[in-house]
């Protein structure tokens, strides 16, 4: 069967916020632009799943005619954004990110965003508003849009990237793109843990696929948990609804003796970790320490119930975020009768974001020429810890990322993808379905979710990392040669895209445990028992992974600093962590 043979300026890998800003973005500068989606257009990945707050600074808000603080400043965010971020932000990010914020919602709110309220740096809309924004400022730009297409590798020809094969998920055909600059979009890459908040298509391809072709990437030990995700009952296992209900209105947190989880803490970090977004690294270290001291539930997690708080309070507040108990199309009234009775559900952390990922610079190039990256697939400004919007790292991002590809594209002969290249990939990835027996992914897939959840969490030790690595090489070695999928059929084969997608969560939780391993402190979301001090003299330098003769090396490179210098000595983590909480700036809100 012949490939499709399709040749653009630039190719836009991801079908979320970073992408289609970054194909507005490459089009407007007059590149012909296509953007591969792997589901429904404008609804896959993480972006229609947010809730969705942009953040920038008061003043720009005050500016823009929306509730601000004029007294804030971009300098205050800049020392948010650093400071929660424990150092290891990349300044240069962060300053784009908070220069480009102010003229990005303008633009957002001209193309007909729906602003839901405002709050001193935040404007709320939803996930779902902002992709149908973008999606129909995309076509009236003139990008050409592309959906269920997986792309399964990039290619590389000389040093430079030439173009892409792609999976057509209805017919199970393959295209190959032959293009002069891509911009991989991609997002994270929750389907290697389970539990998760993230949509079920994203598996990190974007970012293993780009280290395959040279690009290094770094900080893969960075992997931010969201706290009081639900745990029961099944079908509403890594629902977002009680991590919500519990930032706005609290509530209680107890283990299974019936303790106060949080009663022995400092109390400023227990007001401020749990009701500002600290919550995520400060509440899902406490849950797991219970939980590692055998104080858990059966699913691994704790209790949370309304607790002294007034059922009148949660039902006005679930009116406004859960209308008739409805969230993301899930029911939720049997959870908000528990909540009535006051009955306790059993949460925990689950993975919500990735600080690390592809290394790129300012103008969002990676090491490859012609290969850009954007989004939450990059290592981006936030450092150890993210606690500012995504939303508007992704759109800021992608649109510097589509500018840039578009200025290369243009003073760039596009090369041919070499049919050698193209026939082995082919090869690789039609394996699956060429085997008569082997290994299910299905299962393997859920071994591997429950190993990264209990070995990469947050809390990590080095015995148990030194085992992860060691359970990671076996499956590298003895489990992903033999995949097989039993429908043989290539037509919206889903056990063939988990095949596929297996091999790029393995080789990205085999980097993140590397990583974790030799970073011998803690630091923002990464905590090592074993090291509870957070080594500022040390370890303030990212954590770089290079693929040597095939196999996975961690290197480092100092932090990039501008305006904002590093802290020096060793400080034990708790303390550090309400040192970063005691830093924030005073700009009228919480956050």
């Known amino acids: 069967m012949a490939e499709i043979w399709i040749e653009t300026d630039v190719l836009i890998v991801g079908g979320g916020g970073a992408g289609f800003s ?3 973005s490459s089009c407007e500068k007059g590149a012909r632009t296509i ?140 295209f190959v793109f032959r293009a002069r600059a891509i911009v991989i979009a991609t997002g994270g890459w929750h389907k290697a843990f389970w ?151 059993e949460v925990g952390p689950a993975v919500e974001y990735f600080d690390g990922g592809i290394i790129v610079n300012e103008h969002f190039e990676t090491s490859v020429p012609g290969l850009y990256a954007a989004g939450e697939c990059t290592l981006g400004a936030f450092g150890a810890n993210r606690v500012f919007s995504a939303i508007t790292e992704m759109l800021v991002q992608g649109r510097d990322a589509g500018e840039h590809a578009a200025g290369f594209a243009r003073n760039k002969s596009g090369q041919k993808p070499g049919r050698k290249t193209i026939v082995l990939l082919r090869e690789k990835a039609e394996a699956p379905l060429a085997k008569k027996k082997g290994i299910s992914p299905a299962s393997l897939r859920r071994r591997i979710q429950q190993e990264a959840h209990k070995n990469l969490g947050p809390i990590r030790n080095g015995h148990e990392l030194e085992s992860f690595i060691a359970f990671i090489e076996d499956v590298k070695k003895n489990k992903l040669p033999h995949l ?23 080789h990205l939780l085999e980097a993140a445990g590397r990583s974790a391993l030799v970073r011998t402190e803690s630091r923002g979301v990464h905590y090592r028992e074993d090291y509870p001090v957070t080594d500022n003299d040390m370890w303030l330098k990212e954590s770089v992974v290079s693929r040597i003769d095939g196999e996975l090396r961690v290197s480092f490179r100092p932090v990039t600093v501008t305006s904002m210098s590093l802290p020096v000595g060793v400080v034990p983590y708790m303390d550090m962590m309400k040192m970063m909480m005691q830093a924030h700036s005073d700009t009228g809100g919480k956050h």
């Open 22 to 24: 970054a194909a507005i």
């Open 35 to 174: 953007l591969l989606s792997k589901g429904p257009l404008a609804r896959c990945g993480a972006s229609p799943m947010a809730g969705a707050d942009f953040t920038l600074d008061g003043n720009s808000m005050h500016k823009l005619g929306r509730d601000g603080d004029p007294n804030d400043s971009m300098e205050k965010v800049m020392n948010d954004i650093v400071t929660q971020g424990f150092y290891m932000n990349n300044q240069k990010l962060v300053e784009q990110y908070i220069r480009q914020a102010p003229r990005l919602l303008e633009d957002m709110m001209a193309w007909g965003l729906e602003i839901k309220m405002s709050d001193q740096r935040m404007v709320f809309s939803s996930g779902t508003h902002i992709m149908d924004v973008l999606l129909k400022k995309a076509r009236k730009s003139g990008v050409e849009l592309m959906e269920d297409v997986m792309i399964i590798d990039l290619v590389v020809m000389d040093g430079k990237v030439t173009g892409a094969l792609g999976l057509d998920i209805p017919t199970g055909n393959f």
């Open 195 to 345: 539990p998760n908040t993230g949509m079920r298509d994203l598996s990190g391809e974007g970012i293993a696929m780009s280290h395959r072709a040279g690009a290094v990437i770094g900080n893969m030990e960075f992997i931010t948990y969201c706290c009081n995700i639900m745990y029961e009952p099944p079908m509403l296992r890594g629902s977002l609804a009680p991590y919500l209900m519990s930032l706005i209105c609290g509530g209680k947190l107890t283990n299974a003796n019936g303790d106060d989880i949080l009663a022995g803490y400092d109390p400023y970090m227990v007001e401020t970790g749990t009701a500002t977004e600290w919550n995520k690294s400060f509440v899902s270290q406490a849950t797991m320490k219970e939980v590692r001291a055998g104080k858990g539930f059966s699913n691994g997690g704790i209790h949370y119930s309304r607790g002294d708080v007034s059922w009148d309070m949660m039902k006005m507040v679930a009116s406004f975020i859960f209308p008739s108990w409805k969230y993301k199309a899930i029911d939720l009234s049997g959870w908000g009768k528990m909540l009535e009775e006051n009955t306790p559900i």
């Open 484 to 506: 097989y999928v039993t429908g043989k059929g290539r037509n919206y084969n889903k056990e063939w895209i988990d095949a596929l997608e297996l091999g790029n969560m393995v």
